[in-house]
């Protein structure tokens, strides 16, 4: 079956840490997003991608960092310069033009600072 | 730009009540309206859509009416079931880049037997 895949499912970072959490899609989606979900504040976007090569900041971009080598991957690095980093973590992806039939989203990393 | 507002959680049922989360919204033109679902330790899942005014999605026991007069989007079921505990959330496009989302601060749901 199709999906998206993240790993790990819970990760500990130690302060000043560069962590790096995984999303990986086998649905041929052109389109990647990182979200970081706190607890009364909903989902904001980090980073998203429309095509291999090339993201774009979303509204709370900084201590982040992503890459896009290939269409199915889409990894967010969590650097020692994000502050405050405890958060869960969701990837999504979406076909381009496809946007009615729904984000299709990860399970997930719960990612705590220790 | 478009914005969401929906009503604070959580909200605290018995099973088979009626439920009711308030969402309004505000936009430019009629863009599409989205309730997406989260159960607890999982990721997003569409739950249901309306593409343009006075359309009514609806999925599993769920509706919502699009409503340009209010501008609203209200969910509704009418007989919750403890599997519908989860956290819920609106949605529409962002204005003028529909491959961005913006979110409503969700709403959480639990039902007791």
């Known amino acids: 079956d199709g999906g998206i895949t993240q790993s790990p499912k819970y990760l500990f970072r130690k302060e000043g840490q560069n962590v790096t959490l995984s999303c990986e899609q086998n649905?041929?989606?052109?389109?990647m997003y990182w979200y970081r979900q706190d607890p009364g504040q909903g989902l904001r976007l980090i980073y998203y991608?429309?095509?291999?090569?090339?993201?774009q900041k979303g509204d709370i971009a900084e201590g982040y960092s992503v890459s896009r080598e290939k269409k199915e991957s889409f990894p967010l690095t969590v650097t020692s310069a994000q502050k405050n980093p405890t958060a869960f973590y969701l990837c999504?992806?979406?076909?381009?033009?496809?946007?009615?039939?729904?984000?299709?989203f990860g399970s997930g990393t719960r990612l705590t600072v220790v | 730009g478009n914005s969401v507002t929906q009503m604070e959680g959580p909200v605290t049922l018995s099973e088979e009540a009626f439920l009711t989360i308030n969402c309004t919204y505000t936009?430019?033109?009629?863009?599409?309206l989205f309730w997406y679902v989260q159960y607890p330790g999982e990721g997003l899942q569409l739950l249901l859509k309306?593409?343009?005014a006075d359309d009514k999605g609806s999925n599993k026991g769920f509706e919502a009416t699009y409503r340009k007069e209010t501008t609203s989007f209200h969910l509704e079921k009418g007989s919750v079931q403890v599997s519908d505990s989860a956290v819920y959330f609106c949605?529409?496009?962002?204005?003028?880049?529909?491959?961005?989302?913006?979110w409503g601060l969700g709403t959480s749901l639990a039902v007791n037997p």
């Open positions: 949605a529409l496009p962002n204005a003028g880049n529909n491959r961005k989302l913006i």
């Open positions: 309306a593409t343009k």
């Open positions: 999504a992806s979406i076909l381009t033009g496809q946007e009615l039939d729904g984000y299709t």
């Open positions: 649905l041929n989606h052109d389109a």
């Open positions: 936009a430019t033109g009629y863009p599409s």
């Open positions: 991608s429309q095509i291999v090569n090339d993201f």
